[in-house]
């Protein structure tokens, strides 16, 4: 289950539990990482993560941990800032050596050093920014002394004035003297300094990452990542990775001049020159958090060629490529292409140290920058002689890191592709090259799984395959940052034969269970705790055809759509699960999970309430001919959870979820949105959420008046007459308990609330029944009682308005004349339940066991929530119903999964009355916007006017 609270990242902690991923590991080595079970006793896993890139050599490697620890026992300094650092230039030197291995005839790199990739992109930034600035200032200093020379020129008479206007822009004409080509002067310099104040053009390719920081978050392209943070940073032009021209006309669209004058054969001639906008090209050789993707060499090149004659410098980011991952040092080796700036970091501290570098060819390398960036942690002692040690044993036996990594990285590629060929509907592709691969997975969006299927259209099936992977085969790896239908593979060159056939074996029973649509081994490992028990994979794919229905085939749904056209009107409705067991009827695959397991995925899937997609639309047509689409969006959590959430104090996230699902159903066009009674009361009956363009509703107008009138009809059934009986009502929510109560006093001669609020609810119930006996018309029950009260007939003779406020009036009135609590007596003692015949437990839940033992011999109990199996005493002497539920017009049912102990033809009031609005197009204002039981009775008309019904029989309860 997720941890209660957490203090470091606690939405990605909650994020890591949904899928079982959330595990404390407490000791590593090489591949592997160990966790503890329940017992103490260690756990392996085989880690693929390989920290996104951080261990080729694995975790702890021997020999950097030996000088780890030579490094602490020698007292080695660490913060040694200002001063000399021998070791963070033999670094450099090494560095420069093997780039010129792999380039050869390549200039020297100057190196500066950071803490994290990201902190490298930044001074590659930074730097390049610098360069671009003082190469403007150089162009400008040119331009300057060119523009003094000429004007010399002109008045000493030793050069006439330029006579070819080809380069002037529009609006500037030829000087005609020495006055007038002064102004000349002064109208190019305005147009150079205009260039200057223009923004710098930064390139980056599509599907790169690059980082997170303020200016590297700038170079990424997914907007996920990079659209909050626009504000603060530059704008990046992202060019296609296979489209040359495109960076071409880019290049030509972007490229700026300035306007420069020479003296040429005694002649003025003005001249443009290249103006310096372009701040730098970035890409990464192996597109890592963009899916495992491979640029082609032709692009490279192509690209270097483009880049050189626009005067714009290459960043090549191998930050993660780097160090060997790709059977080279570099992976821009393979291609022969040697960049202005090159990045490295991740794996350059051994697995230990945190340390970059960034990498800057000397003959762009501007010395001013040495005093314009430093970092306090940066070229400390301890990471640069960590980071030497690395590349020594990197370069050692003449590069059989290398070596190790191309033949590793093609066994497992070998192994994958065989595991693909044999599931090819499953496995896209498998792609990389060394020990950077990716393994891409087919989405599942028509499985026949709903779990499956959900998880796929949200974006999440890699994550529950991960934690199915972890859980179940020890196996870690995780998606790609940008393609979530990717797993990283990023072992070390450590990684054994039977390593590969342990992730072998682990994706290949992944496929099996994708291709089957079983999504049983998949909860399973969610929920587990330690390592997960495997099952044999069921087939689902045959007869699964009412299971698999697509979202929005309302015909396939089989829900009363015959002779209709097409719906002009559409609706929503938001409900929790009744249950965690109906996760079993969306998805038979799921059938062998417990019921606390299922409740225990729910819980871990809290984050993701809003994940489940819209079930097959219902399609309810009225006796008035008009039709209605009423989908039904689920939130991925029990009402009984939500229930606890709110009581919890976690209400604002309970809201967040409930606003974010009419939003979108908003968006699918639902002019029309009802809430169930669980989250209805959290949000009262709606009215806290703020959502334009739809009418919203609780639904608790029509269900006030279905389940006092499914009372009503039972009770008097059994009981007979009942204007001499007494009604209680249990409520725990301050509106729906007095409405309800104002509702059944139409027709009891005493009505009892039973509540923990007690505070103004017998105000307001002698409010709704004045109001009811102003409206006029027959009245029974305690209204027909009240108004032959002098004060009440007073005020009927004066024309007293029913809206007027008098319920404390009248409870005073009451109180004086016949004692307290003569026709309404509110409580918060469960024992007045003894002297009712009839009881309505309006709560979210069923009637609550506190009040079991207190009732009434023979009593009639209507419930409007539906009670745990065994929750409810054996009381043969009660009658049990449900008070909540209507008939449809024509027999239509909710679709399964939703439908819970729902039976065929009948819908909760809630739904009923969101399809009665949308029949009715009703507005803001309608007559279940404020509940009342003025506004229940005229939803109850309403329903009834579109062919709602109660049940031909009573429900039991």
């Not at 190469?135 to 523009?147: P, T």
């Not at 923004?199 to 659209?227: D, I, N, T, W």
């Not at 890409?283 to 490279?300: F, N």
Request: proline share 6%.
């Amino acid at each position: 289950m997720p941890q209660a609270a957490h203090y470091a990242e606690s939405h990605l902690m909650d994020l890591l539990a949904s899928f079982g991923m959330d595990v404390p590991y407490v000791r590593a080595e090489r591949n592997t990482l160990f966790y503890r079970d329940g017992d103490g006793a260690e756990v392996p896993v085989l880690d693929l993560v390989g920290g996104f890139g951080s261990l080729i050599l694995g975790h702890n490697p021997p020999e950097i941990r030996a000088r780890v620890q030579e490094l602490l026992d020698t007292q080695a300094p660490v913060h040694i800032q200002l001063s000399r650092n021998d070791t963070a230039d033999q670094v450099g030197q090494l560095l420069n050596k093997i780039i010129q291995r792999e380039f050869p005839d390549t200039e020297d790199y100057r190196i500066v050093y950071g803490n994290s990739g990201a902190e490298a992109v930044e001074i590659a930034l930074k730097h390049a920014e610098l360069d671009r600035l003082m190469r403007v200032s150089e162009l400008f200093q040119a331009l300057d002394w060119n523009a003094s020379q000429a004007l010399a020129a002109v008045k000493d008479g030793r050069a006439t004035l330029p006579d070819d206007p080809s380069a002037l822009p529009d609006g500037i004409q030829l000087p005609t003297d020495a006055v007038e080509f002064e102004r000349l002067l002064g109208e190019l310099t305005a147009h150079n300094a205009a260039l200057a104040a223009q923004s710098p053009v930064y390139f980056a390719l599509e599907g790169g990452f690059h980082g997170k920081l303020v200016g590297s978050v700038q170079v990424s392209h997914s907007p996920a990542v990079r659209v909050p943070f626009a504000a603060l940073g530059f704008e990046a032009v992202f060019v296609p990775p296979n489209r040359l021209d495109v960076l071409q006309h880019l290049v030509d669209e972007k490229r700026a001049t300035a306007l420069d004058v020479t003296v040429t054969d005694g002649r003025v001639r003005v001249v443009t020159r290249d103006f310096p906008v372009f701040g730098g090209f970035l890409l990464e050789p192996v597109q890592g958090e963009g899916g495992i993707h491979v640029l082609p060499e032709d692009l490279l090149s192509g690209l270097k060629l483009i880049c050189e004659g626009a005067g714009c410098p290459v960043v090549v980011d191998e930050i993660q490529t780097g160090m060997g991952r790709t059977g080279a040092f570099l992976a821009a080796s393979h291609h022969g292409f040697p960049p202005d700036y090159l990045l490295l970091g991740k794996s350059l501290g051994g697995g230990v140290a945190k340390v970059s570098a960034t990498l800057i060819r000397s003959s762009r390398y501007r010395p001013v920058f040495d005093l314009m960036h430093s970092s306090t942690f940066a070229k400390d002692g301890f990471s640069t002689e960590i980071a030497l040690s690395t590349l020594r044993l990197l370069e050692a036996d003449d590069g059989r890191v290398y070596r190790l990594a191309r033949e590793r990285g093609a066994r497992i590629t070998d192994a994958l592709r065989g595991v693909a060929a044999d599931f090819p509907d499953v496995l896209r592709e498998i792609r990389g090259t060394g020990l950077l691969i990716g393994v891409e997975f087919a989405p599942r969006n028509d499985s026949p799984s709903t779990t499956i299927r959900e998880k796929s259209r949200g974006g999440l099936l890699s994550f529950l395959s991960a934690g199915y992977l972890l859980r179940a085969h020890g196996v870690r790896v995780v998606p790609t940052g940008s393609d979530l239908n990717v797993l990283r593979i990023e072992p070390s060159v450590h990684i054994s034969d039977q390593e590969i056939a342990q992730l072998e074996a682990g994706v290949r029973d992944l496929c099996l269970i994708l291709r089957n649509g079983d999504a049983r081994p998949l909860i399973e490992a969610a929920t587990a705790t330690g390592r997960a028990t495997q099952h044999t994979v069921r087939d689902f794919r045959n007869g699964a055809e009412e299971s698999a229905v697509g979202e929005g085939d309302t015909k396939s749904a089989g829900v009363g759509t015959e002779g209709t056209e097409s719906a002009v009107r559409k609706a929503a409705f938001i409900s929790c699960l009744p249950s965690a067991a109906a996760l079993r009827e969306r998805d038979p695959s799921l059938d062998g999970l417990s019921d606390e397991r299922l409740a225990d995925y729910c819980r871990r899937q809290e984050s993701f309430a809003t994940d489940m997609p819209p079930l097959p639309p219902v399609r309810i047509t009225s006796p008035t001919g008009t039709a209605v689409d009423l989908t039904l969006y689920p939130l991925l959590a029990t009402r009984e959870r939500t229930a606890e959430r709110i009581g919890a104090g976690d209400r604002d996230r309970v809201l967040a979820d409930l606003d974010a699902r009419v939003r979108t159903a908003v968006g699918d066009g639902c002019g029309t949105a009802g809430l169930d009674p669980c989250t209805a009361s959290a949000t009262g009956e709606g009215s806290v959420l703020r959502v334009p363009r739809t009418v919203l509703t609780g639904g608790g107008a029509l269900l006030a008046a279905t389940a006092v009138r499914t009372l009503e009809r039972a009770a008097a059934a059994r009981l007979g007459e009942l204007d001499p009986l007494t009604l209680a009502v249990v409520t725990d929510d301050t509106h729906l308990g007095p409405v309800c109560a104002a509702l059944g006093a139409d027709t009891f001669s005493q009505v009892v609330l039973v509540t923990d609020d007690v505070t103004g609810a017998r105000t307001r119930i002698y409010q709704e029944l004045w109001s009811r006996i102003a409206e006029g018309g027959e009245l029974r029950g305690v209204p027909a009682l009240l108004a032959k009260e002098p004060l009440i007939d007073g005020w009927l003779r004066d024309g007293r308005p029913g809206d007027e406020p008098s319920g404390d009036l009248i409870a005073a009135y009451v109180d004086e004349r016949h004692g307290d609590d003569f026709w309404v007596h509110v409580t918060e003692d469960p024992t007045a339940l003894r002297q009712a015949h009839a009881v309505l437990s309006a709560t979210a839940g069923p009637l609550p066991p506190a009040c079991h033992a207190q009732l009434r011999e023979g009593a009639v109990v209507c419930e409007t929530g539906i009670p745990a199996a065994g929750s409810r005493p054996a009381r043969v002497d009660v009658t049990w119903l449900r008070g909540d539920l209507l008939a449809t017009p024509n027999g239509e049912s909710l679709p399964m999964g939703i439908r819970g102990a729902v039976g065929e033809g009948l819908v909760p009031a809630g739904v009923a009355e969101t399809a009665a609005l949308a029949l009715t197009d009703a507005r803001p204002g309608h007559p279940g916007s404020v509940l009342t039981a003025r506004h229940a009775r005229a939803m109850a008309d309403l329903a009834d006017r579109h062919g709602f019904t109660l049940p031909d029989g009573p429900v039991s309860s």
